[in-house]
């Protein structure tokens, strides 16, 4: 079975040597580094070529302008030809022996796990062998398997530089990703992942095989600065373009009640739906975390409390 690793690249130069060369010195060693730049204007193409010359595993391409980060990562997707792809940012670490463990774990499993995605560990400075990590996840949080959108609607606890997909589920991907008109505060990863929650399920592997680096200019951090935008924008998209009438009813009312003008009617609409998708929701990460089914009254009483939740947040 064949590998690609898709990374997109804009202005990265203080970090994409780093992170470029711990994917080439993984221990499985058979895959494409397929690279897309996004018009950088410092060093990072300078750098991307450098490293070229000392290793045909990676492919480069620039685009003739700059796309933006959703769309960066769309346009790469069409270069893919493996059977699996991996996701990278341009500023991380990855652990040696990532491509090998997410690849045997993803290859066992049932055709209807479409993905899976590891932990990781938060890098704020440079790697050190003496070091103990943080890791991002709490993993006593989350569940082994996901099977539906709404699993994951408040938290989506799926990051990019974490995943692998079937690449035999990119033309779908493709296909619903490119109706998305307005893409500008999306995040590529939470709707990859809500899309392939459509199709099948995806895994958690219990692992940190990512040194997450964090940093003020990084496009996920930016991203997230307002949260309930993040929800608001994301679940807008996704509601428009799921297979799933459901799906579209829950997220086009998530999306109003979360939205900068929503009003007492929208909260009166989600309020509803919650009660409707009751353990869906009550898998979301950081929400709701019980140790035990909740009763049914204490499923009435949170779901009350999350709409007002969103409520306060205006």
């Given at each position: 079975m064949?590998?690609?690793?898709?990374?997109?690249t804009?202005?990265?130069?203080?970090?994409?040597?780093q992170q470029i060369?711990?994917?080439l010195?993984?221990?499985?060693?058979?895959f494409r580094l397929?690279?897309?730049?996004?018009?950088?204007?410092d060093?990072?193409v300078?750098?991307?070529?450098?490293?070229?010359?000392?290793?045909?595993?990676?492919?480069?391409?620039?685009?003739e302008?700059?796309?933006g980060?959703?769309?960066n990562?769309l346009?790469g997707?069409?270069y893919?030809?493996?059977?699996?792809?991996f996701?990278?940012d341009?500023?991380?670490?990855?652990?040696?022996?990532?491509i090998e463990?997410?690849?045997?774990d993803?290859?066992?499993?049932?055709e209807?796990?479409l993905?899976?995605?590891?932990?990781?560990?938060?890098?704020?400075d440079?790697?050190?062998?003496?070091?103990t990590f943080?890791?991002k996840?709490?993993?006593?949080q989350i569940?082994s398997?996901?099977s539906?959108p709404i699993?994951l609607?408040?938290r989506?606890?799926?990051a990019g530089?974490?995943i692998?997909i079937?690449a035999?589920?990119i033309?779908?991907?493709?296909?619903?990703?490119s109706r998305?008109?307005?893409?500008k505060?999306?995040?590529?990863?939470?709707?990859?992942?809500?899309v392939?929650?459509?199709?099948?399920?995806?895994?958690?592997?219990?692992?940190?095989?990512?040194?997450?680096?964090q940093?003020a200019n990084?496009t996920?951090t930016?991203m997230?600065m307002?949260?309930?935008k993040?929800?608001s924008?994301?679940s807008?998209?996704?509601s428009?373009?799921s297979?799933?009438?459901?799906?579209?009813t829950?997220?086009?009312?998530l999306?109003?009640?979360?939205?900068?003008?929503?009003n007492?009617?929208?909260?009166l609409r989600?309020?509803p739906q919650n009660?409707?998708?009751?353990?869906?929701?009550?898998n979301n990460?950081?929400f709701?975390?019980?140790?035990?089914?909740?009763?049914?009254f204490?499923?009435i009483?949170?779901c009350?409390?999350?709409?007002?939740?969103?409520y306060?947040q205006?």
């Open positions: 064949t590998a690609d690793v898709l990374m997109c804009y202005n990265g130069e203080e970090f994409i040597a060369q711990s994917i010195d993984q221990t499985h060693t058979d397929i690279i897309i730049d996004d018009r950088s204007n060093r990072t300078e750098i991307i070529e450098e490293m070229m010359l000392l290793d045909h595993r990676i492919e480069f391409y620039q685009n302008q700059n796309l980060y959703f769309n990562f346009l997707l069409k893919v030809n493996a059977d699996y792809l996701f990278s341009q500023d991380d670490i990855w652990v040696n022996n990532k463990v997410q690849l045997a993803l290859m066992q499993e049932d209807n796990v993905m899976n995605f590891s932990n990781s560990y938060l890098l704020f440079e790697i050190n062998s003496t070091a943080e890791t996840r709490n993993p006593q569940r398997y996901y539906s699993e609607s408040l989506n606890i799926v530089h974490t692998l079937r035999s589920k033309p779908a991907i493709s296909e619903k990703l998305i008109v307005d893409k505060e999306l995040y590529f990863d939470y709707v990859l992942t809500l392939l929650l459509d199709y099948g399920k995806i895994k958690y592997l219990n692992q940190s095989l990512v040194y997450f680096r940093h990084s996920s930016k997230r307002n949260y309930y993040y929800i924008s994301n807008s998209a996704f428009k373009i297979e799933s009438t459901k799906m579209n829950y997220f086009s009312a999306h109003k009640a979360t939205a900068k003008t929503s007492f009617v929208d909260y989600l309020l009660l409707i998708h009751h353990k869906h929701i009550f990460y950081d709701y975390h019980v140790d035990v089914q909740p009763s049914f204490k499923r009483n949170k009350f409390a999350l709409t007002y939740k969103c306060l205006k």
